[in-house]
């Protein structure tokens, strides 16, 4: 049996949990893989003094890279610099590289993919998407006798836990964030989960994945959770919904795809409503295979490091480079304007006569689905039909009786 | 861009799917594996006058066997014999082989999969599980770093879709299943679906996946569907639960393990208890990763076989073997009797006195928790209390008020 030497950027929260699974797990990991791996160093700006293994932290990067010993890196700082930089330098210098960094393989990906081509090496990213849960490369390899079509779903625990408790304690969104803050599951300044960042980097590498064209996080159209109120969660669960925070990817005929992030009203009979909490679940749609869900654990410690870890041990058994995943540069105007695109919505707004707001209502979108909830009194809600979504907000704009209006998707 | 040359053996729905998939995604499927693949023969006894490929079927095994073109044998014949030896002789010969066969995994996948591995070629079988759904591969490797401990799940799409039918419009099994069999969802002889033998060699395959060594199918308890009645559904609805059939198996602390398919109440908060009608579900836990789980079609002509192309498309990217996939022989006593091991147990038994009877239970089993169905006057269900099986069963014996008794599991 062989020694694999390699080395591990990063020892924050997934870090600490890559050496911790592969310490902890070194003899079945072992077997499985016919080598030794051996952690050789960890790069780190801060110091851990007192662990089993702090003689192998190391401050200086060019360790790593000028050491040909090392075949495979992992790449756990977080943030795009200088991760890019050094990752590109691994790439480029015949090591594989394996990495949790959403941001990093949302920014860059694309590159990276084609310097890891062009030098044979692995450049492995299945936890930056679904934490631990199998996303990536089932989808590259089990469904690739598929033509994808359409990709979505719940894509950051953080926010999907606040959601689960606003819908089921009808706990309001700010007490819900401070508990989630409370317990570890949102940062201080939660904006990457709030706003949707987090998930925006999430389906910008999903998209890709299935349609084989880099789309970066400037093109996806992202609406966070923040202005969701209890009003909302009420009117949508009487209507036989729930309201979750999707990432939503669509192939449309003529090759050009959608992508968007956007709490959306998703019908409690769909797969997604079930998924609560801290999970994530990520839906895939084939034209062979219908519907495929994946389901988890979307974030942690160890979830996220046993990924990380499974792209190492893939790479240690196949040290040349394995190809499959790889997708181009897009093209002018390949993610078009979402607004272009036909939805169904769901309006909210204040009102000071209900009667003769609905009569206006129905007057501009005839088939608008009123809901009906008696203890609002100066509030209307209801869903439209079908339609191109900027036509539909023009028509909801033009009723005048309605005040400020809340807007949000329908998946159906 | 050269040609690989496949055959296809079986020409039924799978087969007929395979091929379809093939031809009808050739450009893509090209561009990913960056290689023409071609049909070059398909196996079948029987004639198919008039397809467009109607030249290229044989009667004949041996011209696929001693061609040396054919570097990519599919098996989707169907049953053990002579799918076994003509797979064995394929990749004696240093041919990959891909199939969709359950029967013939869990009656010989340890064997063949050591063949494989000597001879350098592949043996892969996706789709022999959850159809179209990505399970194996993903299990085998993004879960790689995971120590896992626990499968199960709903794994027959037949069964699934009769007793979604009994929940959800109160249909008698008898009705559901000729409702199955006029959707072409059931065989006419339903038995290898109702009475739980397909799940039961599904179960077989991710038990030797997740644990390391073959189970087979004479190992594993498998009890169908057929006892199952509408007060059955309804008492477990009163209680919370819906009745799935389900296929589980479970690493003990010694290294054994068991394995069960059986009818059982499953909590309607699990993301077991939404999968409905043909759908299936494979859920898998793991120490590092939580609970993970894969939902999609787990069977039908074109999730079936685009599972199938998937691997040969891995196949052709690979031709020297992978060996990701692999178990070994069990030993003496490696598959326990369940009724060995603690579970909760589900109770319904005609009576002819309920208070008699409940306080007979009582003295028996003292925290039983008792089902109240005002309807019914004349019967008593009840949960058990964790228990070993064994011991649960004779103390419920033991309750001579107890009449008629039917006995399921409860999965919490």
């Known amino acids: 049996m062989e020694t694999v030497n390699v080395a591990v950027m990063g020892h924050g929260v997934v870090g600490s949990g890559v050496v911790e699974v592969l310490l902890s797990h070194e003899k ?32 200086d990067f060019d360790l790593i890279l000028k050491d040909d010993s090392i075949k495979v890196v992992v790449e756990v700082m977080g943030g795009v610099h200088p991760a890019y930089e050094f990752v590109k330098a691994c790439l480029e210098a015949g090591k594989s590289v394996c990495t949790s960094n959403k941001e990093l393989v949302a920014a860059h990906g694309a590159e990276l993919l084609k310097i890891a081509g062009e030098k044979n090496v692995n450049f492995l990213f299945e936890a930056s998407v679904g934490g631990g849960i199998p996303v990536l490369r089932p989808i590259a390899q089990c469904l690739s006798a598929n033509d994808l079509y359409e990709v979505f779903g719940i894509l950051n625990g953080t926010t999907n836990f ?13 007490d819900a964030l401070a508990l989630a803050q409370q317990l570890g599951y949102a940062e201080k300044n939660p904006s990457a989960d709030v706003d949707g960042h987090d998930a925006c980097r999430k389906i910008c590498i999903l998209a890709a994945l299935c349609f084989g064209k880099h789309v970066y996080p400037e093109q996806v159209r992202t609406e966070g959770i923040t202005k969701i109120t209890l009003a909302d969660v009420e009117y949508a669960d009487i209507a036989g919904y729930v309201i979750k925070l999707i990432g939503h990817s669509k192939l449309l005929e003529d090759g050009k795809i959608t992508a968007d992030v956007y709490p959306a009203l998703i019908p409690k009979s769909n797969q997604l409503a079930g998924v609560d909490d801290v999970f994530n679940a990520v839906m895939v749609r084939g034209d062979a295979v219908g519907d495929v869900l994946f389901y988890g654990r979307g974030a942690g ?32 105007g390949y993610v078009v304007d979402s607004e272009s695109v036909k939805t169904r919505l769901y309006v909210r707004a204040e009102v000071d006569d209900i ?3 609905k009569s206006n209502v129905f ?5 608008a689905e009123f809901i009906i909830n008696p203890d609002n009194n100066n509030e209307v809600a209801f869903i439209t ?28």
Chains 1, 2 share one sequence.
């Open 162 to 174: 606040i959601l689960t408790k606003m819908i089921k304690e009808n706990m309001a969104f700010d």
């Open 28 to 59: 079945s990991i072992a077997k499985k893989v016919k080598n030794e791996i051996n952690v050789k160093y960890i790069l780190d700006l801060r110091d851990f003094p007192g662990l089993d293994y702090s003689d192998r932290f190391i401050k």
């Open 301 to 332: 410690k160890l979830p996220t490091a046993s990924a990380v870890v499974a792209d190492v041990m893939d790479c240690v058994k196949h040290l040349s480079a394995r190809k499959y995943l790889s997708w181009d540069d897009g093209f002018d």
């Open 355 to 357: 009667i003769d707001a």
């Open 363 to 367: 007057a501009s979108i005839s088939d």
């Open 385 to 412: 039909p079908v339609g191109v979504e900027a036509e539909l907000k023009e028509k909801i704009a033009s009723v005048k009786q309605l005040k400020n209006v809340s807007v949000l998707h329908v998946l159906d």
